[in-house]
């Protein structure tokens, strides 16, 4: 009998991608059955996200509930368990490794104790993890259903031209509800942007002079204000207002130029674009990211 590996999903799309890919080659690898648990991750109320990866062609089969813990009780029990784990000869919980700082990098992990179902938690932000398994991966994160945005507009315009993908996240340390009325969490977002635009206008500079006629793309999760930054004759801002975060999300795989911002969900959009001459440029000091290993090494350092 296979072992199943649970993998837990939470947090954004980028995310998501990021724990199924991880998930997925450990599967690959060591012929286990692959689970993920589509609830645990978003039963308290502080989540702002939901769980997205049913949209997707994914292989992988949704946990039952005995292998969920999706309230406070069942909570409470998994850390009665992760503790009696350690004393365990086979071990049910996996965690992706952190230092002191809770920092993370590319870690394989030694899953040669592991119970014959056994669950596991992290980002793991980095292809290393499931690189070898790109092709696999490709036809995995296929939208559903794809056919719904062949009529957008933006996407003509990707087509006919030369577009260089920029990607703009605002509100990165606000969001969370907790955090929106916090002056300290507000001033972080906002140099955050402020950073994420001087990176924005290098690798512009990069681009100018590589890709003929390049025409620029943005896109955001709040347009709020960046018309001081990005003039609106010049630059032209991707606003769907119908099932936006997939929509988005498909036009970014249909680019081949890339202005990767510090955002996971650009990120995806980047590595799963499948033209062999594409560019992604990608910044230099800032890292979205609490692993060291979150920047593919081939993407250009601007």
């Not at 943005?218 to 003039?231: A, G, H, P, R």
């Not at 795989?253 to 990767?260: E, L, R, S």
């Not at 955002?263 to 800032?286: E, M, Q, Y």
Request: charged share 25%; aromatic share 18%.
């Amino acid at each position: 009998m296979k072992k199943k590996i649970i993998s837990k999903i939470s947090e954004g799309l980028g995310n998501q991608l990021f724990m199924y890919a991880n998930s997925y080659s450990l599967s690959k690898k060591n012929n286990f059955d692959h689970y993920i648990d589509s609830t645990s991750g978003y039963y308290q109320n502080k989540h702002i996200y939901n769980f997205i990866l049913d949209r997707f062609c994914i292989s992988a089969k949704i946990a039952p509930k005995k292998y969920t813990f999706e309230n406070s009780h069942k909570n409470f029990l998994k850390k009665i368990l992760i503790f009696f784990d350690r004393f365990s000869l086979d071990n049910k919980f996996y965690f992706e490794k952190k230092d002191i700082n809770k920092s993370t990098q590319f870690s394989p992990l030694d899953l040669d104790k592991s119970h014959n179902h056994f669950f596991l938690d992290g980002n793991f932000e980095s292809e290393k993890y499931f690189d070898e398994y790109r092709n696999d991966l490709l036809k995995e994160f296929t939208l559903k259903n794809k056919d719904q945005f062949s009529n957008n507009r933006y996407l003509d315009i990707i087509k006919k031209n030369n577009v260089v993908s920029i990607c703009v996240r605002q509100n990165r340390f606000s969001e969370r509800i907790n955090n929106r009325n916090s002056s300290k969490n507000l001033r972080k977002s906002s140099v955050y942007v402020d950073e994420t635009i001087n990176y924005i206008n290098k690798a512009m500079n990069y681009f100018n002079k590589r890709v003929n006629n390049p025409k620029y793309l943005i896109w955001s999760n709040n347009f709020d204000n960046l018309e001081k930054y990005f003039d609106t004759k010049k630059f032209i801002f991707v606003v769907n207002d119908n099932d936006k975060i997939l929509t988005d999300f498909f036009l970014l795989t249909q680019c081949k130029y890339f202005i990767v911002g510090p955002s996971t969900f650009h990120w995806w959009g980047a590595w799963l674009s499948n033209f062999n001459d594409k560019i992604c440029v990608r910044p230099k000091n800032l890292n979205p990211s609490n692993n060291k290993d979150f920047w593919p090494e081939k993407w250009v350092i601007i």
